[in-house]
Every structure is written in C-alpha cells, then in structure tokens.
C-alpha cells in the first residue's frame, strides 16, 4: 500500500525549489533593470485522484507510479512567444548542472488538434532527501500569457464536459485559440518594431556622437577649416528624420573619421622624423581622445 504523503515529498520539494529557483532569475532581472523573460511562475503537484487516474489510463502498478512524468508540474508564463525559446534555451544550460533534460514537447510549433499551445519539457530533477538524492520527474510548461488565459478557461470548460466534448464546441474552441495565437503574434511584431526603431535610435545617436567628438579633436589639432566645414555640413543635415539610418550622417561620419585618422598619422610621423613624443600637455588634451576615435 503505497503511502501517498511520504510518496509525494520529493515532488513537493522538487516543485518549491525549481519555483524559487526560476523566481530568483526573475527577481534578478528585476534588481539589474533587465527585461525578464519570466513573467511569474506557478508550481503544483498533482492531486492523488488525478494520478491514480493517470496511472490507470496508462496501466502502471502502484510500484510504477513513479513513471508518471507530470506528478510535478512547474509553469512559466511569459509575455512575449520568444521568450519562451529564450527560457528553453536558459533550462538547457541547466543540463547537467541541477537537472537532466529527458523530453522536450513544441506544441507551438505543433499546435495540438484542441487548439492548445505551450513548450513543454519533461526533466529529472534531483531532490535532497534524508534517505538521500531521489530523482523526480517534472513537467516544466512554458507559455505566453495569452496561451495561458486560453488553455486555464478551455481546461475548465472541457473538464465540464469530461472526455465528451461536443464538435460544435470544440471548434469554437479552436477558434478562439486562433484568436489567441494572432494576438500573440501581433504582440510579438509590435515589439520587435519598437526594439528596432531603439537600435536605429541608439545608433544615430552614437554616429551623432562620434561626428561632433571627431570635429572636436580637428579643432584640437588644429585643423580648424576642416572642422568649421564639417561642422557647417553637420548644422545643415536633417539627420532625425525617421525610417532608415540616414545616408547623409553616416557618410559625415566617415569623413570626419577619415580627417581625423590621416591628421593623426601625419603628425605621428612628423613627430617620429623628429624623435619626439606627445608632449605631456597634448597628450592628455588631444592624445588619448584621437587615438580612441582612431580605433
Ligand atoms: P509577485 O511579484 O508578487 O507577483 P508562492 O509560493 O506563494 O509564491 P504559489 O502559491 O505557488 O506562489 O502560486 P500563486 O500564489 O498562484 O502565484 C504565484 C505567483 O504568480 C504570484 O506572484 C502571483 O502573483 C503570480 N500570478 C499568478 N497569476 C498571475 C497572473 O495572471 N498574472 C501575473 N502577472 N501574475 C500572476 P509572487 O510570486 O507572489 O510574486
Ligand atoms: P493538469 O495538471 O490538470 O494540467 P496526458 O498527460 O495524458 O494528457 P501527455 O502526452 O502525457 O498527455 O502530455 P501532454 O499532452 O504533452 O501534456 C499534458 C498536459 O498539457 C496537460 O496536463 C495539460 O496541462 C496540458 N495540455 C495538453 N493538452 C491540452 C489541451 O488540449 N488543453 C489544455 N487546456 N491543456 C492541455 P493534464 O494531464 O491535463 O493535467
């Protein structure tokens, strides 16, 4: 006779560790302003109704319970459908290290005939106990919160109907997954637009930077005819204009570089015909400056 409260420990610490452990890289990101790909996560083990149905409907013996691979169950929700590959990515880094990756299900890129959508993984996951290490299966579920919001209400629905769930029904079902899944998708493309129009941004402004830093050092050097006309050519250009990276600043850019790298050599060399050195004054004014532009 199978003691069902001593049976379910381990899981139960497996569940409470790997719950912790994941909040922690959560709250990690938290702390560090890092976007996480974990949204929240939620643990359960399995009532023992459910798994002795289990274990019925896949014909174990009680000394075969243990086979069951979902007595422990780990959700991740996430916001965005790459965040999930990215938490994938992040458990199989793990492998070897605090579990052993031993199915890996993509019922996103294969969605089930129901319409339902989530990444599963099934892992051994060693649990401390005081007669020793003992392995557990776990099921770690991996899902946006719109496949979430589906599969909790359609779970729920369907359990209403137990297995017998009316075809009209059904497909209504899988339709509203399909409504699900575009919102997902949507999402997912708004996002990457704003993430690209921030690079684009990022990199005018780190081109406007290296522009006026290199028409600085030109002043420094005393090319200051170079500088006043690159200086003129920047006042002029309309570089904020929005779409693709304007081909206007991006040429300044080399240009100003350009001046910079052939007044740099030039006075290398003049200096080294002379054997001398950057003066201590120069070296800190415009030295260190144009060798960083330089590179
Ligand atoms: P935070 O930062 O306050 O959200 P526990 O062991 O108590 O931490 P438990 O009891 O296993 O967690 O599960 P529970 O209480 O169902 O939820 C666990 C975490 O998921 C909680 O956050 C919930 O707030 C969060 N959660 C549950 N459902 C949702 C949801 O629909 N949306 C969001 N954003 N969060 C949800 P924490 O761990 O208390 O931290
Ligand atoms: P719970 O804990 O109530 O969620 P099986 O476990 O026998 O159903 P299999 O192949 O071993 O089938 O596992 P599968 O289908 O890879 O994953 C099973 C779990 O995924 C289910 O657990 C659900 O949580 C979830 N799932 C799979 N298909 C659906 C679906 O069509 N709708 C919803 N809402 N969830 C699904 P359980 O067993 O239902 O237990």
Redesign the pocket.
Known sequence: MLHWREFLLPYEAAVEEL?NKL?AIRNECRKTNEYSPI?????RVKQVPSIIEKAQKLGLGEDEIHKIDDIAGIRI?CQFEDDIYEIVKMLRAREGLDMEIVLEKDYIREVKDSGYRSYHMIVRYPVYTLKGVKLVLLEIQIRT?AMNFWATVEHSLRYKYKEALPENIAQRLKNTAQAVNQIDTEMQAIRDEIMSAQQLFMHKSNTVSQILNDINILEKMGEHEAAARFRSAFGMMHYEQEGEMDLGLEELAEKTREAVVIKNKTITEKMGDQGQSWPDEETEEAGPETAQAAQ
């Open positions: 719950k909040k949204e929240f996560v939620v643990g929700i919160m």
